[in-house]
């Protein structure tokens, strides 16, 4: 599609109005994600299990997936497309540039976000407490928590002077991440070293020159699309034998060394009884943004064991989770 296409479609769209007594018998519900299908069925199948904890079963719902597969350009597009589609709410995954192109391209639509920032500071609603207009969702606070990650991996690995630290500079964010990650790393005494990927190839490369460094371990950037690579980022880890810190427990349980934030599931879920409320009848802009507070430290144990690492008492005891 062409851009001045893209654009015409979407004032277009934002301008149709789609009220909820206009949609089918059976409610079709948009999702859009900057990542790809084959990685994340277990966030969608989280969606369904909260949805159908509101009343929603597997017939009387259907779903339309529209996925970027990590290229953040097309999901102004594949809004636009939803909209289109008469999608009676749409669920967005993968941070505020998804939220903010369906934003883009309705107004009336119900929009349900799942972002790691400050939703107010991006635009998407007016207030926490009372989002206002068509949009709400959840926080899961991945992005402000870099220099917590960074500070486990201190604590790690006292003594090896350089980390890598592993961002996507297609992800808005990255920039500030990057800035909180170095001026964390000045207050520990520690030298980071910044490796950028934005796709699959990328990420292969990033840390084969990771290794070269050498990096005594890499801290990698809370991105919705590493999210969807996690099983190629831990096997890389496990390859160059290198110590990772990650943003959710998705990655330990993949076989990653350690996380500190939310869980990515449970945020899914908890969008899946938004969008039951909402198609039972609630209005987005009465729904408070949801902030889940359940932030844990995972530490993956067999992991460390395979490195040779021995993880201090001290942080042991910090762990939320210890998996053996």
């Known amino acids: 599609m062409r851009r001045r296409d893209v654009i015409a479609a979407l004032a277009g769209a934002a301008a149709w109005p789609m009220p909820a007594h206009a949609q089918s018998p059976t409610p079709v519900i948009g999702f859009l994600h900057v990542g790809s299908a084959a990685a994340l069925g277990h ?134 991440n990057v800035r909180e990650v170095d001026a964390a790393a000045r207050l520990l005494g520690r030298k980071i070293v910044v490796a950028a990927a934005t796709n699959e190839g990328e990420i292969d490369a990033a840390f084969a020159a990771i290794s070269k460094v050498p990096a005594g371990a890499v801290l990698m950037a809370a991105d919705p699309y590493f999210n969807s690579r996690r099983n190629q980022i831990v096997g890389l880890a496990a390859r160059y034998s290198i110590p990772a810190g990650y943003e959710v427990r998705e990655y330990p349980e993949a076989g990653g060394l350690l996380s500190y934030g939310t869980s990515i599931t449970e945020s899914y879920r908890q969008m899946g009884t938004y969008v039951g409320r909402i198609l039972k009848g609630e209005k987005p802009s009465e729904i408070p943004v949801m902030q889940l507070p359940n932030l844990s430290l995972v530490i993956n144990l067999k992991t460390a064991k395979t490195l040779g690492l021995t993880i201090p008492p001290s942080l042991l005891a910090r762990a939320d989770e210890v998996i053996e």
């Open 43 to 176: 966030l969608t199948a989280a969606l369904r299990h909260g949805l159908k904890q509101t009343g929603f079963d597997e017939t009387g719902v259907s779903f339309l997936f529209r996925w970027a597969d990590g290229q953040y350009d097309r999901l102004p597009e594949l809004a636009v497309d939803l909209v289109r589609s008469q999608a009676a709410v749409i669920v967005t995954g993968g941070g505020e540039v998804p939220a903010r192109a369906a934003k883009a391209a309705t107004a009336s639509i119900p929009i349900v976000f799942n972002v790691g920032g400050d939703p107010v500071e991006m635009g998407l609603v007016a207030s926490v407490s009372r989002p206002g207009g068509n949009v709400t969702g959840v926080n899961i606070l991945t992005t402000e928590l870099a220099a917590k990650r960074l500070a486990l991996l201190h604590d790690l690995l006292p003594t090896d002077a350089v980390i890598a630290h592993l961002v996507n500079p297609n992800f808005p964010p990255s920039e500030a």
